[in-house]
């Protein structure tokens, strides 16, 4: 069974620009998470979508944004970017197990440096 | 409003002892509480997590934890530490909202180090 795949995996861009991440979720896994990891700020959750539906948001800004596909596929959008911006951005897919429980596993990431 | 503290950014252990990872919560509705491990150069891995039912949770590698509201804490433990335990520890509480919703709030980390 693959695993969550992120793209792309490292990324390079300047200031005031925008860039697009895309995360594949595990098949059958229909909730896509996103999160930012920073050494400054540890792990911050960004946004969860579930069937093509936000379904959470953290504290960030509306610089920020993502969206889901119909096949699970969830896409983040980061405009304007800034120095602080720079991190490692992590997707998560998670199932909902029936009885109860949940499996939930991450992509290896893309790290983005905005120069 | 929800946070995590997890004490000591870094914790030595001998291999073969016991590990003991500390993480204290502040929520203002009954929580669900987790640990993930990231491993150098991995991707973070769900270790275990409590959502109701019994306290003590059982996790992978041979992880446990258990919530105790009184204390606040949702403390991992395990019996002996292993080389392959070294990595860097996350708890996160979340409240739930329902069909497999979280909104997660990370501690900081704890980095595991384990001493042949």
């Known amino acids: 069974k693959a695993g969550v795949t992120q793209t792309p995996r490292y990324l390079i861009k300047t200031r005031g620009q925008q860039v697009t991440l895309s995360c594949s979720p595990i098949?059958?896994?229909?909730?896509v998470s996103w999160y930012q990891q920073t050494p400054g700020q540890g792990l911050q959750f960004l946004f969860e979508?579930?069937?093509?539906?936000?379904?959470n948001k953290g504290n960030f800004p509306g610089r920020f944004s993502g969206r889901q596909f119909s096949n699970s596929r969830s896409e983040m959008n980061v405009s304007t970017l800034e120095l602080g911006d720079s991190a490692l951005y992590l997707c998560?897919?998670?199932?909902?197990?029936?009885?109860?429980?949940?499996?939930?596993?991450f992509g290896p990431g893309t790290r983005l440096l905005v120069l | 409003a929800q946070s995590v503290t997890q004490l000591g950014s870094h914790v030595s252990v001998s291999e073969g002892a016991l590990v003991l990872l500390r993480c204290n919560y502040s929520?203002?509705?009954?929580?669900?509480l987790f640990w993930y491990v990231q491993y150098p150069n991995q991707g973070l891995q769900l270790l275990l997590k409590?959502?109701?039912?019994?306290?003590l949770v059982k996790g992978i590698n041979g992880f446990e934890a258990e919530f105790k509201k009184s204390e606040t804490s949702f403390h991992l433990t395990k019996p002996s530490a292993h080389m392959s335990d070294a990595a860097e520890y996350f708890c996160?509480?979340?409240?739930?909202?329902?069909?497999?919703?979280?909104?997660?709030?990370f501690g900081k980390g704890t980095k595991l180090s384990v001493i042949p």
């Open positions: 998560a897919s998670s199932l909902e197990l029936q009885g109860g429980g949940e499996t939930q596993y």
């Open positions: 098949s059958g896994h229909r909730s």
């Open positions: 979508y579930f069937s093509e539906t936000q379904r």
């Open positions: 929520s203002s509705v009954p929580p669900y």
């Open positions: 409590y959502t109701t039912g019994a306290t």
């Open positions: 996160a509480v979340s409240p739930y909202s329902g069909a497999g919703s979280y909104q997660l709030t």
